[in-house]
C-alpha cells in the first residue's frame, strides 16, 4: 500500500483538488535533463504561467530531497535547474531517490505515477519516450506507464529520436488511445507530421474532456495520449531534422552513449547542431501544450462534455 506521507502536495494544488478546481501536472526532466540553463528555469516559470493565464493551478511534479513534490515553489524551481547532481527519475528510480533522500527531476513515467497518486488528472509534457532506434530495443518506462494510468497525457508526440512506427504499435498493443488535437495525423516532436494516423480528431478541451470521462467510466485504465502538433513558425524542416539526428545518434553511438543518458544526449547534440532551432521548437511545443492542457483540465473541472 501507498504510505501517503511520502507525498507533499502544494497548498494551492491541494486546496485547487479539494474545491474540484482544474490542475495541471508538469513534469520536470525538461527542466533539469531537457533543456540548457538559464533557458530550463525560464521555461519551467513561463509554462506554469501559462497554465495560471488559462485558468488551471501548475502543478509541476519532482522529487525534493526524497520527497515526492506535487507543485513546487520558485525555490524548487531553482533547485532543479540549477542543482548538481539532480537524478534522472523514471519509475525503477523512485525508490532509490526517496530511500536516499535524493534530488530527482521526473520523466513523463515518474511524473505519471506520483501524479496519477496525487489524484491529478491532466498532464501537460513535450513528448514522451518511446521505442528507440537500434537493435537492442531501449524502450522508454513512459510506454508501460501510461498504458497502466487513467490520466490525460498532452504532448507532442512521441519524440523524433525514437522509432516512431514501433512507438505508435506499441501503444496500440497496451490499448492507449491517441487524440490528435486539431489534426489527424501523429505528430513527430520537431516537426507536425509522423505520417501515422492518430486514433481520433478532437478540436476542443471539451471534446477531450468527453473522451477523458468515458474512458473512465468504462474503468480503462490507459492514458488518452492528446497529440498537439508543434506551432508552424517553430517547426524544424523534417530534412534537416533526419540530418542532425543522424549525427546525433552517430556520435552517441561512438561515444557509447545509452540507458538514461541517451534522450538527453541527442537533444542536446540537435540544439547545438542547430543553432537552436530544435530548442525553439521545443519551448514552443512545450508552452503550446501547457496552454491545450490547461483548457482541457477547466473543461474536466466545469463539466463539459458531460451533457448526456
Ligand atoms: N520531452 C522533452 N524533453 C525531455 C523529455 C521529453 O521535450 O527531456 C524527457 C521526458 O521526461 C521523457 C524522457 O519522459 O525524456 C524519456 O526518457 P527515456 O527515453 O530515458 O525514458
Ligand atoms: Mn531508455
Known amino acids: 500500500m501507498f504510505d501517503r506521507s511520502l507525498l507533499k502536495i502544494s497548498e494551492e494544488v491541494e486546496?485547487?483538488?479539494?474545491?474540484?478546481?482544474?490542475?495541471?501536472?508538469?513534469?520536470?526532466t525538461v527542466i533539469a535533463h531537457g533543456l540548457p540553463r538559464p533557458l530550463n528555469l525560464e521555461t519551467a516559470r513561463r509554462l506554469?504561467?501559462?497554465v495560471r493565464e488559462r485558468g488551471a493551478v501548475p502543478a509541476t511534479v519532482a522529487v525534493i530531497g526524497g520527497v515526492l513534490c506535487v507543485g513546487l515553489d520558485d525555490s524548487q524551481l531553482e533547485r532543479l535547474a540549477y542543482g548538481e547532481g539532480v537524478r534522472k527519475v523514471s519509475r525503477r528510480d523512485l525508490a532509490v531517490a526517496v530511500a536516499r533522500r535524493l534530488d530527482g527531476a521526473t520523466t513523463v513515467a515518474g511524473t505519471l505515477w506520483i501524479a496519477g497518486r496525487a489524484g491529478l488528472k491532466v498532464f501537460a509534457t513535450g513528448g514522451i519516450g518511446g521505442v528507440h532506434r537500434g537493435a537492442l530495443p531501449d524502450v522508454s518506462a513512459d510506454l508501460p506507464e501510461l498504458a497502466r494510468t487513467p490520466m490525460t497525457v498532452v504532448c507532442s508526440g512521441a519524440k523524433s529520436v525514437l522509432d516512431l512506427p514501433a512507438t505508435r504499435e506499441w501503444l496500440e498493443t497496451h490499448g492507449v488511445c491517441l487524440v490528435g488535437y486539431g489534426c489527424e495525423e501523429m505528430p513527430a516532436f520537431y516537426t507536425r507530421r509522423a505520417g501515422l494516423?492518430?486514433?481520433?480528431?478532437?478540436?476542443?478541451?471539451?471534446?477531450?474532456?468527453?473522451?477523458?470521462?468515458?474512458?473512465?467510466?468504462?474503468?480503462?485504465?490507459?492514458?488518452?495520449?492528446?497529440?498537439?502538433?508543434?506551432?508552424?513558425?517553430?517547426?524544424?524542416?523534417?530534412?534537416?531534422?533526419?540530418?542532425?539526428?543522424?549525427?546525433?545518434?552517430?556520435?552517441?553511438?561512438?561515444r557509447g552513449v545509452g540507458g538514461r543518458e541517451l534522450t538527453p544526449f541527442l537533444l542536446a547534440h540537435?540544439?547545438?547542431?542547430?543553432?537552436?532551432?530544435?530548442?525553439?521548437?521545443?519551448?514552443?511545443?512545450?508552452?503550446?501544450?501547457?496552454?491545450?492542457?490547461?483548457?482541457?483540465?477547466?473543461?474536466?473541472?466545469?463539466?463539459?462534455?458531460?451533457?448526456?
Do not use: F, W, Y
Not at 486546496?15 to 520536470?28: F, M, P, Q
Not at 502538433?229 to 530534412?239: H, L
Not at 532551432?277 to 463539459?304: D, F, M, P, R, W
Open 15 to 28: 486546496a485547487a483538488l479539494h474545491e474540484g478546481r482544474a490542475v495541471v501536472a508538469l513534469e520536470s
Open 48 to 50: 506554469e504561467k501559462i
Open 197 to 254: 494516423p492518430v486514433d481520433a480528431r478532437a478540436d476542443s478541451g471539451r471534446e477531450v474532456a468527453q473522451l477523458a470521462r468515458t474512458r473512465d467510466a468504462l474503468g480503462l485504465e490507459a492514458a488518452l495520449v492528446v497529440c498537439v502538433p508543434v506551432p508552424p513558425e517553430s517547426e524544424v524542416d523534417a530534412r534537416v531534422m533526419e540530418g542532425l539526428l543522424s549525427e546525433a545518434l552517430s556520435e552517441a553511438g561512438r
Open 270 to 308: 540537435m540544439g547545438r547542431a542547430s543553432g537552436g532551432a530544435t530548442l525553439k521548437a521545443n519551448v514552443a511545443l512545450l508552452e503550446e501544450n501547457a496552454h491545450v492542457a490547461s483548457e482541457i483540465a477547466v473543461a474536466l473541472s466545469s463539466g463539459a462534455g458531460a451533457e448526456k
